[in-house]
């Protein structure tokens, strides 16, 4: 919620004061530092917490930062076929939409 509202920094200290970590939180933490125009950092955050199980929305939330910042070589080899080849996940509508914007967002969506 600090997050959306656009407090990041409080909702770092949150994340940071809580004693176990997982990918709920993990998860909320990568989308805000998106909305927040911090991709960068969720990108690190994900790599942080590459002990935690991803999810389909943990992806989300990585290809929409790589989307948000033009990383479109990082999205497309360190995470789109991450989840494919790692972690099995299917192909789905939200990963397709996010891989349409990383497209769009860095120029290529012919």
């Given at each position: 919620m600090c997050?959306?509202?656009?407090?990041?920094?409080?909702?770092e200290?949150?994340?940071?004061?809580?004693?176990?970590?997982?990918?709920?939180l993990c998860n909320m933490m990568i989308l805000g530092y998106?909305?927040?125009?911090?991709?960068?950092?969720?990108?690190?955050l994900f790599q942080q917490c590459e002990w935690v199980q991803p999810v389909t929305?943990?992806?989300?939330?990585?290809?929409?930062?790589?989307a948000s910042i033009e990383a479109l070589e990082e999205g497309r080899h360190d995470y789109l076929e991450s989840m494919g080849l790692i972690y099995s996940f299917a192909a789905a509508v939200e990963r397709h939409t996010c891989i349409i914007a990383l497209l769009g967002c860095s120029g290529c969506l012919n």
């Open positions: 997050a959306k509202c656009g407090s990041i920094e409080d909702a200290k949150i994340f940071n004061s809580m004693p176990t970590c997982d990918v709920v998106v909305k927040c125009r911090q991709a960068q950092k969720g990108l690190g929305t943990t992806f989300v939330g990585t290809l929409n930062a790589c």
